[in-house]
């Protein structure tokens, strides 16, 4: 039975079911306990799993962080929550350095089954050091794996996926997004990590997304249709493992692709995105894959500057335009 | 017998001093220790091993006493100045120096190297490269050790882990996240100080504010601590074993600095600028192998051809294991892609324990005695 | 001394050859054994070398247009020589076929400020001597994104012709589509379109004309009085017609076919007398599912289960092999309405040994009511391997088809006429029909042709075998 709940909602489920299902499950990070959760993600948590098990941390992200990663070599399986990964930067060789590469170093003896997981990208007005998206920096690691879901049923699905998951899995969610409501199955289901889906056929030109950015492609994909200009979306949902296949074949049927990231374009999933189409579906593309990012600036506080900063439906836009010769 | 001032008190040590056998024991664990130093710096210099090598001279009392009073499960771990504790925990030399020659014997099948000697066997959670790193993936570790056996075997903590760092990693915030968690989770842990007296190159003094007592970084987290001897074995097992008595049984950490000098550089680049020949020789005359020969000697628990046999072997030891671990083959370049991910995704092939690890492939390897430790 | 770059002969039967990619342009420094163009010659796309260091000062041959061997196609300045110095000759290369005056046939269609782009570059460089305004093509690159160059390949479209409607002359996919026909409704692999995108400029040239006239090729299709120009004088009004894209590839494929392949032909008369019957009696009791089926269905199935068992004819020419066919896929020629430019495409009944008379029937119609409508896409197109050309409906009682590369045989086929005809020895009233196979003899010989046939009269003048 599915019913319309919160993404926030959704992820709370999929992270008590899990628990319920395996006691080496814990949630650990600050203010998940007593606080309910700085976005009340985690809220009632406490009551049912008991501060064993539901634990609030110092600030301190290096240090919990770690502590989760040293817990996993002793067959844990925590869930660490960031409030944002912003703050995640301070605990970067933790989750940089040691979760992704414990398996290989060790030669295969220690692996890291832990899922991060936390806002990120920008909120509203939260300004530079607040409104980090971590998914182009952290991505280029190997050894990790990265889920971006855009809506509560692959927040769930997803979430579940990830604490089965046998290698760190970073779950990047949007504040933004935090409310949105959507279907969501009771009980058990899972979304397989490295499957991107068509959030919306078309053929005109293939819009690649991942999280916020799903929505910005679907107010641009709105104002296009009313141009005749047909807009296939597809939400990535995993970064790492990254579904190439699907996007090969949505861009080999329109013949063009936009991809729409909200991290800075230098060295990102864009280009990564764009890298990739452009060498496996070099005889198919009638013009170069275009990239819409967050503009290459500091996140600024004012609103109207931050909205412009964002790859906003305007700019995707402008580059389906640009890339269907149709500017 | 000995008295050791801690932070704030004096505290009278009453645990007993082992058995000769036991002492011996040690002493053959020191001196392989040593040999394997000495054969990994030859072996660095013949180009056989690559990349950094930080040796363990000198400090040799220190992994073999601590570990002497741990249990063969509680987790130790520490940072890239491991292979000592390693081959204390158990692990056989000739893994080692398979690792060190990067060869798929290796306890990290050549992917790890010098600074990442993991043996999952004997509870050793790895040699970590970053200085300090290893803190909280040591809180992590007691973390688990108690939730395991609290919530979810529900009986009571019963495990020490021993996180070993050096003095220069006393500086770095992981360190004092990890000793602030490590308070507040009442998590069993203690943190060994190896004060070998340089960060690098850089004297404690110079780098390390109230650098004279480092104790007092664990007295301002309410942390249990106290300083004692790293260059007598039997001493260094003493205090740390009335520790790890005390926090397996009240599970709350603890924070022990062991005063130990670093016979050898920083790493095999090192010209030692930064300390005179004076200071060098001055402890090279107080070595740990040194000392537990007289007292044995002295104590007539050991002959002068029974230390000499003792040696021999060992050197004998060292030597084959150096050309066993010679002739273990490189890894195939498929390992390359091997151990990223768990499991089986993309071009990465899944992961599998290194071969001494898994006696039904490597016979040879599983039978290797683990002659030491424990 | 200047140096001369002549067309190099690059095989033994070459004789003319297309610079299909030039490497350099005007001002490039080139050393000795630096691939400076790649040339398409009678037998593939080869390698053109340099064999001297220096500068290059013009490109005299553009890409796409043939040139005989021996021509010279660039010149070069000597490692030391002052470019300046090395005047190229008046270009006056012998191109082969020489479809108008102009040097370059895609340089009037170019976009103006394309030309300007053009001109700037070269003027920025010390060579006075070049014409001030080459066109783009001349600076030895096609702008052409990949899948227009993928779709002009597959439909033979001659790069040069094609005026790019993208950035800075870039040639896209809707001016590659437009030459061949194909509509955004029509080509679902490969859209975006017409209603997206301006008109390709080679369109609106045909457009502009005041009437269109009636393709004059033997497969034109019916005309309806309506349809013809009146002209406004007396006599017929000469006129000059650009060729469009389609009309090129008819062109170019039907003389590489007729030159290429040495055809030969086997003709038979076939009694229609039974198949009229059965198909008069079949059409009687499908009436009521609207359901008709053509002499042409039933032709297109009979070649196709004769093909079943002669499957030698299910065959193309490799080069160094012969490469038979799985499957049989049947071309239908089909011919365009003025319209829609003329000209004939060939549609592929994918199979058709495998279908019944209906779902051939109904392939047919509407393969051939899209082909006339909105056009057909690559898919529709592709893969026959033998096609039945049918002018029967005209009344033609007999003609030779040109084999349609790939394929090595081609079936025309004539109309169905009552005649005169010697049944048990008397003569009466019947049905005939002639139909002649073109064979490519590299593939068929006679005597395969010749079983063929009769394996396709059997079953013609025995049409229930036919029908199961």
Redesign the interface.
């Known amino acids: 039975m599915a019913r319309e709940i919160e993404f926030r909602e959704a992820l709370r489920e999929a992270m008590s079911e899990e628990m319920r299902a395996d006691p080496r499950v814990y949630l650990i990070g600050e203010e998940v306990a007593d606080y309910n959760g700085a976005y009340k993600v985690s809220k009632g948590m406490l009551e049912e799993f008991g501060p064993r098990r539901i634990i609030d941390t110092p600030i301190s992200e290096s240090g919990f962080a770690g502590l989760g990663i040293g817990s996993t070599m002793l067959g844990l399986r925590p869930i660490v929550e960031f409030m944002s990964w912003s703050f995640s930067l301070v605990a970067a060789d933790q989750i940089l350095n040691n979760a992704p590469k414990m398996l290989y170093m060790s030669g295969g003896q220690f692996g890291c089954p832990i899922v991060f997981r936390g806002n990120d990208g920008a909120g509203g007005q939260l300004g530079s050091t607040h409104s980090w998206c971590v998914e182009s920096l952290y991505a280029n690691v190997p050894g990790l794996k990265m889920i971006i879901p855009s809506n509560p049923h692959d927040a769930k699905g997803l979430l579940k996926s990830a604490i089965r998951d046998d290698n760190p899995v970073f779950c990047l969610e949007s504040e933004r997004l935090l409310s949105v409501k959507g279907d969501v199955p009771e009980g058990d289901y899972v979304v397989p990590i490295g499957e991107a889906v068509i959030h919306r056929e078309g053929t005109d030109c293939t819009l690649v997304g991942f999280g916020r950015t799903v929505y910005f492609c679907e107010q641009a994909a709105d104002e296009l249709a009313r141009e005749g200009i047909s807009c296939e979306i597809l939400d990535m949902r995993s970064i790492r493992p990254l579904d190439l296949d699907a996007i090969i074949r949505s861009v080999k049927k329109t013949n063009y692709c936009v991809v729409v990231d909200q991290s800075w374009s230098f060295a990102s999933i864009g280009s990564e995105v764009a890298a990739e189409v452009h060498a496996a579906c070099f005889d198919d593309l009638d013009n170069h894959v275009h990239r819409v990012h967050n503009d290459d600036v500091p996140a600024p506080y004012s609103h109207d500057l931050e909205q412009e900063m964002l790859p906003n439906a305007r700019k995707i836009c402008e580059a389906v335009r640009s890339v269907t010769y149709n500017a | 017998m000995s008295t050791t001032e801690t932070a704030n008190h004096v505290v009278e040590n009453t645990v007993p001093v082992p058995d000769p056998e036991v002492l011996k024991s040690w002493l053959r664990d020191m001196l392989q220790i040593r040999e394997f130093e000495v054969r990994s710096m030859q072996a660095y210099q013949n180009k056989l091993a690559g990349g950094f090598l930080h040796v363990y001279n000198g400090q040799e009392a220190v992994a073999v006493g601590c570990i002497a009073a741990m249990r063969h499960t509680d987790p130790v771990i520490t940072a890239y100045r491991d292979h000592g504790h390693a081959l204390a925990r158990g692990l056989d030399p000739k893994i080692g120096f398979a690792e060190l020659f990067g060869r798929i014997d290796g306890c990290a099948k050549g992917k790890g190297g010098s600074m990442h000697f993991f043996d999952r066997n004997n509870s050793m959670f790895g040699g970590h490269g970053i200085v300090g790193a290893q803190c909280p993936l040591g809180t992590g570790l007691a973390f688990a050790t108690k939730y395991t056996e609290e919530v979810i075997k529900g009986g009571t903590s019963e495990s020490v882990t021993a996180c070993f760092l050096g003095d220069g990693a006393l500086n770095q915030g992981s360190v004092h996240e990890a000793m602030n968690l490590a308070v507040i989770f009442n998590l069993p842990i203690v943190f060994c100080v190896e004060n070998n007296r340089y960060a690098m190159g850089t004297a404690v003094g110079r780098c390390t504010a109230s650098g004279n007592q480092i104790t007092n970084r664990a007295v301002a987290f309410g942390m249990e601590a106290r300083s004692i001897g790293g260059m007598d074995v039997i001493e260094v097992y003493r205090e740390m074993k009335e520790i790890v008595d005390q926090v397996r049984a009240t599970s709350k950490p603890y924070f022990v600095d062991i005063d130990t000098y670093r016979f050898k550089g920083h790493s095999m680049s090192d010209p030692r600028k930064y300390r005179t020949h004076e200071e060098e020789q001055e402890f090279e005359a107080d070595d740990p192998i040194e000392k537990l020969t007289r007292y044995l000697l002295a104590q007539k628990a050991m002959t002068e051809e029974e230390l000499k046999s003792l040696s021999k072997q060992v050197r004998l030891e060292i030597r084959e294991a150096v050309n066993w671990a010679r002739q273990s083959p490189v890894p195939d370049i498929s390992e390359l892609h091997h151990d990223v991910y768990a499991d089986t995704w993309g071009d990465y092939t899944g992961t599998s324990l290194p071969g001494y690890m898994n006696p039904a492939t490597d016979e040879d390897a599983a039978t290797g005695e683990a002659s030491n430790g424990s | 001394m200047p140096i001369d770059i002549t067309m190099p002969r690059l095989s033994d039967t070459m004789e003319t050859g297309t610079i299909v990619k030039w490497h350099v342009a005007a001002g490039d420094a080139v050393s000795a054994g630096d691939v400076i163009a790649d040339v398409e010659t009678d037998k593939a796309t080869m390698e053109m070398q340099c064999y001297d260091d220096g500068t290059m000062v013009s490109i005299v041959v553009n890409e796409g247009s043939p040139v005989e061997v021996g021509t010279v196609v660039a010149v070069m300045a000597e490692e030391d020589e002052d470019i300046g110095d090395a005047t190229p000759k008046p270009a006056a290369p012998a191109t082969v076929p020489a479809p108008s005056q102009e040097p370059d046939p895609a340089a009037p269609a170019v976009e103006p400020d394309v030309i300007e782009a053009g001109g700037e570059d070269v003027a920025s460089k010390p060579v006075d001597s070049v014409p001030a305004d080459p066109p783009l093509t001349m600076r030895g690159h096609v702008r052409i994104?990949?899948?227009?160059?993928?779709i002009a390949d597959e439909h033979g479209v001659d790069l040069a012709s094609l005026a790019g409607?993208?950035?800075m002359g870039r040639i896209?996919?809707?001016d590659v589509l437009a030459a061949v026909g194909i509509t955004k409704e029509t080509a679902a692999?490969?859209?975006?379109g017409a209603?997206?995108?301006p008109a390709s400029p080679a369109s609106p040239s045909i457009s502009n004309l005041p009437t269109t006239p009636v393709d004059s090729s033997s497969t034109s299709m019916p005309v309806k009085a309506s349809d013809i120009p009146t002209p406004s004088g007396y006599g017929l009004q000469p006129w000059s017609e650009p060729l469009s894209g389609m009309r090129q590839t008819i062109a170019r494929r039907l003389v590489e076919s007729k030159t290429s392949i040495p055809h030969y032909q086997v003709s038979m008369v076939f009694d229609m007398d039974p198949m009229v019957q059965m198909r008069t009696q079949l059409n009687e009791q499908l009436a009521k599912h609207e359901v008709k089926l053509s002499m042409n269905d039933l032709v297109v199935r009979c070649c196709a289960l004769a093909m079943y068992t002669n499957p030698l004819m299910n065959a193309s020419w490799g080069g160094d092999c012969i490469n038979y066919h799985g499957d049989v896929n049947v071309g239908v020629a089909i011919s365009l309405p003025p319209e829609r430019g003329g000209g004939l495409v060939v549609a592929t009944i994918r199979n058709a040994d495998r279908k019944s008379l209906r779902v051939i029937n109904q392939e047919s119609k509407e393969l051939s009511k899209k082909a006339r409508t909105k056009g057909l896409t690559i898919d529709e197109m592709a893969d026959s391997t033998f096609t039945v050309s049918n002018l029967g409906m005209f009344g033609i009682d007999n003609f030779t088809a040109i084999i349609n590369p790939p394929n090595s045989a081609i079936l025309a086929v004539g109309a169905v006429q009552q005649k005169p005809v010697v049944r048990n020895g008397e003569v009466v009233v019947g049905h005939e029909m002639t139909a002649t196979l073109s064979n490519d003899h590299r593939v068929v010989d006679g005597a395969t042709a010749a079983r063929y046939l009769s394996s396709l009269k059997e079953l013609i003048e025995n049409p229930g075998m036919a029908l199961v």
């Open positions: 994104s990949p899948v227009a160059r993928r409607s993208g950035p896209v996919k809707r692999a490969v859209p975006p209603g997206l995108s």
